[in-house]
C-alpha cells in the first residue's frame, strides 16, 4: 500500500513537472495555463536582464510582458525561460516556450527551414563600429589601415571582412576569442576600432574607463532584424504576437500613452484611436484575433507604447542611450511601420456574420479569421 | 630513629628564576624567522611581499569600497556617469548586497523564501546528528536525510501541494540550485553507483555488458556534453508538445555522469577484497546478496572513503557547467546579473586592487631603483 503510494506520488511528479500535453492552438494552450512561458536570453543588457529584486527587464522582456498584458490583461502572467544562443531553437520547436523573444536575427533559413515564423522587428540592429573621439574619424569609410578589435569565430568577423575588401581598404584584426578581452583590448588602445552589433557597442561603451571619448559611427554594415519567434502553422498565435507589437507602434504615431490612454480612449473621437482601444462600437477586431476587445488598451495602459518601452529599456530613459535611428516610426525616418487596425467592409462583415450565425458555425472566430476579406 | 638516607634532600632547594621571558613575540620571531641566515632571507622577503601586496588589497576591499547604493552611479566613475573620482578602483559590495537575494535563491519569490530556507534548516539538522559519531538512530537519520528530505523538500520548493504556489523551475535559482543539483547527484549516484559496480563485475552476460557499457560511454564524455545532450538534443527526440522541465534534465544529466565515476570508485574498492573474504562468506553458506550486504560492501566502500568524497566535492564544482546550457546557478546568476544596467558594474580592467598605488613602498622602491641607475645623490652616505 505504500508503496503504491509512493510509486503514483513519483509518477505525479514527473508527469506534473515534465510533461505537459499538445493542445489545439497555442493560444488555448496559453490560456489553460494561465501563464505565458516566454523565451529570453540569459542576460543581454537593455534586452533582457534583472533588475535588483530579480525581476526581468528590457526591450525583449516587454515584449512578452505586452503579450501577456492583450491575453490576460495582466503584464505580469509570463513566466520567462532563459534560453542560450544554442537551445533557443529546440525549446521553441518542442513546445518548452509558446513564443522566443531573444534578440534573434531573422534570417531566411530560420524561417524556412527551422519550422519558425517571424513577422515583426522589434529591434533593428546592425554591425557597427566604434572608435576614440581623437581618432577623429566621422564615418566608417575612412577607416582604411585601421587596427580593428574582433571576437573570433562570430559572423561579426566574417562582415568585416567583407566590408573592408568590398570598400577597398585593409585592416589589421585584432581578434580575441572572449568578449571580455576584447573589451579589455579596446579600452587599454590595442586597437583602433570596436565592431560588434550596434545595441552590444552602446553597452561596451557604458564598461569603457572613459565613455565620453567613444564615439559610435553612423555606417551599419549587415542587417539584424532581430524580433519574435513563433511555431509556423498556428496563424492566430503569429497573428497575436504581431499586433501587439504593431498596436505598440500605432499607439506611439497617435500619440497615446500609458499616462494619456484613459483620457484617450473616453475623449478621442478618432476613428483609428478608437478602433485601436476597441472603444468603438460593436468592434470585432479583438474577437477576430480572440482577445477581448480592450487588448490593445491593455498592452499600452499596462506596458507602454514602443517610444516609452523603447526608451526605458534601451533608449534615452535608460543608461545605455541608444539613438532611435532605424527603430524611429516611419513619420520620423525609422523603419518601425504598423499597419493600421482597419475596420473590415460594412457590407461584407454583416452579410458575413450573419450567414455565419445562420450556419451556426461551430467556431465562428476562427471561420472569420480565416477568410482574408480585410 | 630511623636510618639516615643519603639520597634523601634535607633543605628546600634555593628558588631558580623564571626562565627569561619565554614565550614572548621577540623570541618567537627569533626562533621562527630568523634561526638562520637562510630563515632571515626569506622572512625578509616575504615581509615585503606582504607589505606590498596587503595594504592594495585593504584599500581596494575596505577603505576605496562602495558599500551602499542601489543604481549605477554607485560603482562607476564621473566619466561613465556615476560618482565616483575617475580613476576610481575599490571594492562593489554594494553590488552583492544589493543582488544577495537573487545569489542565494534566485528569483525565488520573495513571498515565499521561507520554503528553501526551511528545506535548508531541515537538511542542517538531519546533518549534524550524521556527522557526529555517537549520535543514535544513525539508520533513521541517514534514511530522513538521503530518502525523504530530496523527496519532500522538492515539494515544499516546487509547490503545487498543500496549497503552496508552484513556483517554476526556472526562477530558481543561485546557491540553491548549485546545493540542490550536487545534494541530488551525491544522493543518487551513491547507491546507482554500487549497483553499476556490482553490474560489472556480475556473471551475468547481460547485466555486465549493459553496466560497461553504461559506464565506459558515459565516462567517454564530458559532463558538458551530457548537459547539452539534455538541454538541446533531448526536446528534439521527444513527440511534440511533450517537454521535461530542464532543471530535472540538468539534475538526471548531472546524477549519471557521476554515478559512472562513483561506479569505477566502487569497483576500485570490490577489487581490493582479498579472495578470501568471498571464500569464507561461501563457507558460512551466504548467497550473493547476503555476501555482498554482509560481508563485501561494507569493507569496500569503507576502503573507498576517500575517493567517494573526492567524487562529491568534484560533483560540487562541476554543477557549475549548468550555467553554460542557461542555467542560473551561482556562477549563472552572478553573470546574470552583471547584465543589469541599473546595477551592473563598470567592469573594466581596471577594477581590481591597483598595486602600484602603495605610495610609501613605492618611494622606497623608486629610490632604490635610482641608486640602481645614477648612484646615490650627493651628499648621501651610503
Redesign the interface.
Known amino acids: 500500500m505504500k508503496k503504491t503510494i509512493l510509486s503514483a506520488a513519483i509518477g505525479a511528479?514527473?508527469l506534473?513537472?515534465?510533461?505537459?500535453?499538445?493542445?489545439a492552438t497555442t493560444l488555448e494552450d496559453v490560456k489553460s495555463k494561465g501563464t505565458l512561458t516566454c523565451g529570453v536570453s540569459?542576460?543581454?543588457?537593455?534586452f533582457s536582464?534583472?533588475?535588483?529584486?530579480?525581476?526581468w527587464s528590457g526591450l525583449d522582456v516587454d515584449y512578452c510582458r505586452a503579450i501577456s498584458a492583450a491575453i490576460f490583461g495582466d503584464p505580469d502572467k509570463v513566466?520567462?525561460?532563459?534560453?542560450?544562443a544554442?537551445?533557443r531553437f529546440?525549446?521553441l520547436?518542442?513546445?518548452?516556450v509558446d513564443v522566443l523573444s531573444r534578440n534573434t536575427t531573422w534570417t531566411l533559413s530560420r524561417d524556412t527551414s527551422l519550422g519558425l515564423d517571424f513577422r515583426t522587428v522589434n529591434y533593428y540592429d546592425g554591425q557597427g563600429f566604434m572608435v576614440p573621439k581623437d581618432l577623429g574619424v566621422s564615418s566608417a569609410k575612412e577607416l582604411s589601415g585601421a587596427a580593428v578589435c574582433v571576437q573570433s569565430g562570430t559572423t561579426t568577423e566574417l562582415n568585416l571582412a567583407d566590408y573592408f575588401s568590398s570598400n577597398g581598404m585593409d585592416y589589421n584584426p585584432v581578434v580575441y576569442e572572449q568578449l571580455?578581452d576584447v573589451?579589455?583590448a579596446f579600452?587599454?588602445g590595442r586597437c583602433d576600432v570596436y565592431t560588434t552589433d550596434q545595441s552590444g557597442l552602446y553597452?561596451i561603451r557604458?564598461?569603457?574607463?572613459?565613455?565620453?571619448?567613444y564615439v559610435i559611427l553612423p555606417e551599419i554594415i549587415s542587417k539584424e532584424p532581430l524580433g519574435p519567434a513563433w511555431r509556423q502553422g498556428d496563424d492566430q498565435w503569429g497573428d497575436i504576437v504581431s499586433w501587439v507589437h504593431y498596436a505598440m507602434l500605432n499607439a506611439e504615431e497617435f500619440g497615446i500613452t500609458s499616462e494619456n490612454v484613459d483620457e484617450m480612449a473616453e475623449t478621442s473621437d478618432n476613428p483609428g484611436i478608437k478602433r485601436l482601444l476597441g472603444t468603438e462600437t460593436d468592434s470585432k477586431l479583438g474577437a477576430d484575433l480572440g482577445l477581448d476587445e480592450n487588448w490593445a488598451y491593455n498592452v499600452i495602459k499596462l506596458v507602454g507604447n514602443y517610444g516609452e518601452v523603447f526608451d526605458k529599456d534601451v533608449g534615452a530613459g535608460?543608461?545605455?542611450k541608444i539613438e532611435r535611428g532605424l527603430n524611429a516610426l516611419w513619420t520620423n525616418g525609422g523603419l518601425q511601420y504598423g499597419p493600421r487596425s482597419a475596420k473590415s467592409d460594412w457590407l461584407l462583415n454583416n452579410v458575413y456574420w450573419r450567414m455565419a450565425e445562420f450556419r451556426h458555425a461551430p467556431s465562428k472566430t476562427r471561420t472569420l479569421q480565416g477568410n482574408n476579406f480585410r | 630513629m630511623a636510618k639516615e638516607l643519603a639520597y634523601v634532600r634535607k633543605e628546600m632547594q634555593a628558588q631558580k628564576p623564571a626562565p627569561k621571558k619565554e614565550g614572548t613575540a621577540i623570541q618567537w620571531v627569533r626562533a621562527n624567522l630568523f634561526a638562520t641566515p637562510k630563515d632571515t632571507i626569506l622572512s625578509i622577503i616575504g615581509i615585503i611581499f606582504l607589505v606590498w601586496a596587503i595594504p592594495p588589497i585593504i584599500d581596494w576591499l575596505f577603505i576605496d569600497a562602495a558599500w551602499t547604493g542601489?543604481d549605477?552611479a554607485t560603482c562607476a566613475?564621473v566619466?561613465?556617469?556615476g560618482m565616483r573620482p575617475?580613476g576610481w578602483s575599490g571594492a562593489c559590495w554594494a553590488f552583492i548586497g544589493?543582488?544577495m537575494?537573487?545569489i542565494i535563491f534566485?528569483?525565488y519569490p520573495?513571498a515565499e523564501l521561507w520554503r528553501p530556507i526551511l528545506v535548508g534548516a531541515v537538511f542542517t539538522l538531519l546533518l549534524i546528528p550524521m556527522l557526529m559519531p555517537s549520535a543514535p538512530h544513525k539508520g533513521w537519520n541517514a534514511f530522513l536525510l538521503f530518502l525523504a528530505l530530496p523527496f519532500i523538500s522538492?515539494?515544499i520548493l516546487?509547490g503545487?501541494v498543500f496549497g503552496l504556489p508552484v513556483v517554476?523551475?526556472?526562477d530558481w535559482g543561485g546557491l540553491m540550485v548549485t546545493l540542490i543539483l550536487s545534494y541530488f547527484a551525491i544522493a543518487v549516484s551513491l547507491p546507482f553507483g554500487i549497483v553499476l559496480a556490482l553490474g560489472r563485475r556480475s556473471k551475468l552476460p547481460v547485466v555486465r555488458t549493459l553496466s560497461i557499457t553504461f559506464i565506459e560511454v558515459v565516462r567517454g564524455v564530458p559532463l558538458i556534453t551530457i548537459l547539452?545532450m539534455a538541454?538541446?538534443?533531448l526536446?528534439?527526440f521527444?513527440p511534440?508538445?511533450?517537454?521535461?522541465?530542464?532543471f530535472?534534465r540538468a539534475i538526471v544529466g548531472v546524477s549519471l555522469f557521476i554515478s559512472a565515476y562513483m561506479a569505477e570508485t566502487i569497483r576500485g574498492g570490490l577489487q581490493a577484497m582479498p579472495k578470501g573474504q568471498f571464500e569464507g562468506a561461501a563457507s558460512l553458506g551466504l548467497g550473493y546478496w547476503q555476501t555482498m550486504r554482509l560481508i563485501i560492501l561494507p569493507q569496500a566502500i569503507k576502503l573507498v572513503i576517500p575517493a567517494i568524497v573526492n567524487q562529491f566535492i568534484s560533483i560540487f564544482k562541476d554543477t557549475s557547467l549548468v550555467s553554460?546550457?542557461?542555467?542560473?546557478d551561482l556562477l549563472?546568476i552572478i553573470?546574470?546579473?552583471?547584465?543589469?544596467?541599473?546595477?551592473?558594474?563598470?567592469?573594466?580592467?581596471?577594477h581590481r586592487p591597483d598595486f602600484r598605488r602603495h605610495r610609501l613602498l613605492g618611494l622606497l622602491l623608486r629610490h632604490v631603483a635610482l641608486f640602481q641607475l645614477h648612484g646615490a645623490p650627493p651628499g648621501y652616505r651610503t
Do not use: C, W
Not at chain 1, 513566466?79 to 542560450?84: E, I, K, R
Not at chain 2, 553554460?324 to 542560473?328: A, C, H, L, P, S
Not at chain 2, 553573470?335 to 581596471?350: I, P, Q, Y
Open positions: 511528479v514527473v506534473g513537472l515534465g510533461a505537459q500535453g499538445a493542445s540569459t542576460g543581454l543588457q537593455g536582464a534583472p533588475d535588483n529584486e530579480g525581476n513566466n520567462f525561460v532563459a534560453l542560450t544554442t537551445d529546440p525549446a520547436q518542442s513546445g518548452e571580455e573589451n579589455n579600452n587599454q553597452a557604458l564598461t569603457l574607463t572613459d565613455p565620453d571619448n535608460s543608461p545605455l | 542601489t549605477r566613475t566619466a561613465q556617469g575617475d544589493n543582488k537575494d537573487q534566485g528569483r520573495d522538492f515539494f516546487y503545487g517554476n523551475t526556472s547539452f538541454s538541446v538534443m526536446p528534439l521527444l511534440e508538445g511533450m517537454t521535461i522541465n530542464k530535472l553554460i546550457v542557461g542555467m542560473f549563472g553573470k546574470f546579473n552583471f547584465t543589469d544596467l541599473d546595477m551592473g558594474l563598470a567592469r573594466h580592467s581596471d
